[in-house]
């Protein structure tokens, strides 16, 4: 191998996703008199544009796919090279590339991403949604579907099904309330009636620029105690595209044949026993299966023993981590999910390797009030952290966990309705000691906090709740909240006033 390496590179980063071009940014801005290689294997690369940070941790930004040109032309040192890694031979320190080219490095940094877990391989009435492509291919197939399942419980079956429309969705969720991943079941139930209404006919104005492939009426409030009440996206098939991300679906109809808004129905506690076609169904014995089922291309069987027929079947249940042209001849150690372990420089257990974003599992000893989910802003900080690391390393100098580890925080929008979730904010990991306090307004707003010791340790907020800077704080303080008791929910009360 060592005699075929057409160059070596100080730095070598693989995949063009936010996790690899936010550390392409930071190794170059840190070191700009470094060779950087930057290896993708699609066409463009994934730009973190408008970045804001709202609050200590909680951040916003815009992602655009751009034409990788557009990061040479800001990084002269920055050499990108589209291809995808073959194999990865960690002794002679060196990558090859599918069109057989080798690489060496210094140091490497895997940002492949993930793939979708998706039901069955290679069932054409199976669909998975991570990319531009496979987002361009789903809304096709609905456009002439008049019933689609779908399946999975994370973030994009929750978007899916809210963004539907002119088609019924049979949705099937492995647990007890929907969004799990997310939320509880009283959120879960806030949530359900904007599934009952009609979507409102003008959509927000979408704040995030879109990115090409060529370049309810108020309830009453109240305040409840509760003693306790516990994968995030899922991506789609085409191997070599970035994950999409906030905003995926704004730029596209998802609307089916039907001229309905909403049809959804949620079957719970179930998962998929067997999918089989029109064909399959007709030689099966269960003649009644035969007439229930009506005409349809594609049959789903679920574990609730219900069998409902469809034009296709989307598969939300999660994702995989890219790990496997590294895996071969090289000793990482792989968490139970699939990610590449690292430790809190980013680095994985073969030396000079690091890896960030979804390709990874975080395996330090975490802080109480984080965790890692496979999101845009974790593959954005990971990125931005793992080239802070490796540049150091270089430099000789010490680097410390960033503080944005400290505290999980993330802004979302469901169902037309912001989110923020802060901390454990599902009382992940607490056990039985742990208490919630919970406001909620019909239509208008969820406020969740949960207490550990009399401390505030997450938070879920939906709505336009404006706490989120105040709870962040109430979190990253660990006040004794004990003497305000339900006070601390209290709408008559100003919060932000009560704790300056
Ligand atoms: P990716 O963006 O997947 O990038 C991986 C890169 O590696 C790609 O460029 C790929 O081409 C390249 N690559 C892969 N294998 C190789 C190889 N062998 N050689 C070379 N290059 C390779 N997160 C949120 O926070 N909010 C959301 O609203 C949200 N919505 C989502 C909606 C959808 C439909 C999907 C699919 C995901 C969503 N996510 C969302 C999750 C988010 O997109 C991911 O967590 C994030 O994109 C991960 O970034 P990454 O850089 O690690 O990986």
Not at 41 to 64: C, M, W
Not at 112 to 126: E, H, W
């Amino acid at each position: 191998m060592e005699n075929k390496k057409e160059k070596t590179f100080q730095f070598v980063v693989v995949g063009g996703g936010i996790a690899g071009v936010t550390c392409v940014e930071q190794l170059s801005s840190q070191i700009p008199s470094a060779d950087v290689a930057l290896i993708t294997a699609g066409p463009h690369i994934k730009a973190v544009t408008n970045y804001k940070q709202v609050s200590r941790t909680l951040e916003e930004f815009d992602v655009e796919e751009q034409p990788s040109s557009v990061l040479e032309e800001k990084f002269p040192n920055l050499t990108i090279i589209h291809s995808a890694v073959k194999s990865l031979h960690t002794k002679s320190h060196c990558v090859e590339t599918a069109d057989g080219r080798v690489f060496g490095y210094k140091k490497l940094c895997i940002c492949s991403g993930a793939r979708p877990k998706l039901l069955t391989q290679d069932n054409p009435y199976v669909l998975g949604i991570r990319d531009t492509d496979s987002a361009q291919e789903f809304q096709k197939r609905l456009s002439k579907a008049k019933r689609i399942v779908i399946v999975g419980n994370g973030g994009i079956a929750l978007e899916l099904v809210y963004e539907v429309e002119g088609c019924e969705v049979i949705w099937a969720v492995k647990d007890k309330a929907i969004g799990n991943t997310f939320f509880d079941a009283g959120a879960a139930q806030f949530l359900i009636p904007s599934l009952e209404a009609d979507k409102p006919q003008a959509a927000a104005p979408c704040k995030r620029p879109r990115f090409t492939t060529e370049e309810a009426a108020p309830g009453g409030s109240h305040i409840f105690t509760a003693d306790r009440s516990s994968q995030a996206y899922g991506h789609g098939p085409t191997d070599s595209g970035s994950a999409l991300g906030p905003d995926w679906h704004e730029g596209i109809a998802l609307r089916g044949a039907e001229q309905v808004s909403h049809r959804v129905s949620v079957e719970y506690q179930c998962e998929v026993e067997k999918i089989f076609t029109c064909e399959e169904l007709h030689k099966s014995p269960e003649q009644t299966l035969r007439t229930e089922c009506g005409d349809w291309p594609v049959y789903v069987r679920l574990t609730n023993a219900q069998t409902f027929g469809c034009d296709f079947v989307v598969s939300a249940t999660g994702v995989v981590p890219n790990t496997e042209p590294f895996l071969q001849g090289n000793t990482f150690v792989v968490a139970d999910d699939g990610g590449l372990q690292v430790d809190d420089h980013m680095m994985t257990s073969e030396a000079d390797v690091y890896a960030a974003g979804d390709v990874c599992t975080a395996c330090w000893e975490q802080s109480p009030l984080w965790q890692q989910m496979r999101l845009w802003t974790q593959a954005r900080q990971m990125g931005w952290y793992a080239g802070r690391c490796m540049a150091a390393h270089i430099l000789s100098e010490p680097v410390e966990l960033d503080f944005c580890f400290e505290l999980f925080s993330h802004i979302t929008k469901f169902f037309n309705y912001k989110v923020v979730l802060l901390g454990k904010f599902n009382g992940q990991g607490l056990g039985p000691d742990h208490e919630l306090l919970v406001r909620c307004t019909k239509g208008q707003e969820y406020v969740k906090v949960v207490l550990s010791g009399g401390r505030m340790v997450g938070a879920v907020l939906i709505g336009e709740t404006d706490l989120e800077e105040t709870f962040e704080n109430l979190i990253l303080n660990q006040m004794d909240l004990t003497p305000y008791g339900e006070e601390l929910l209290n709408p008559d009360i100003d919060i932000e006033d009560y704790f300056d």
